[in-house]
């Protein structure tokens, strides 16, 4: 399971070892790793750890917007045995914004969110899941729909057409 949350924010992920701990206590807790997936991205921080039975809660701040951190937590029990679980951790910003400055003679990337809405917007056009607006493929989305406006107006107008008519904007 990936936990999202945003740059500023503190999260608490809990390694529930019950499964691999059974009866045995814990001893001792090693946070071994927060990598993030972009090289060179800000790491996150451990800023508190909670040992309840055999579940362990650590709290983690920071992050770089836009990268996913893996993160290894590593135990070992009375019995001497090390166990280790995994996590993932989505970092994005709370707010969201629409590309700007991309081009398009008859309707902007602001229009289409505004007529489509962010998470449609998003759904169409998000391949890598960042959950974020691709504005490149928008804006190619975009230009590709107004050369075909083109090509059907154009027999009986000169394009690209001074005024757009809301009908045009909205095919």
Known sequence: MVTIKAPTEQVIYSYDFTVAVGAAALAAVQVVTSTPRVAGAANMIETARTIIGS????????????NEYLTLVRI??????????????AVRAAGFEVPTGLASRYLTL???????????TIRLTDEASLRVINGPKLEEAIKDQTDIADAYIGNRYDTPLASVPRVVKSI
Do not use: M, P
């Open 110 to 120: 602001e229009e289409y969110v505004a007529r489509y809405g962010a998470a449609e």
């Open 55 to 66: 579940e362990v809660r650590i709290k983690w701040s920071g992050g770089a917007d836009l």
């Open 76 to 89: 070992t029990d009375t019995n001497g045995a090390i166990h280790e679980l995994n996590g993932e951790i």
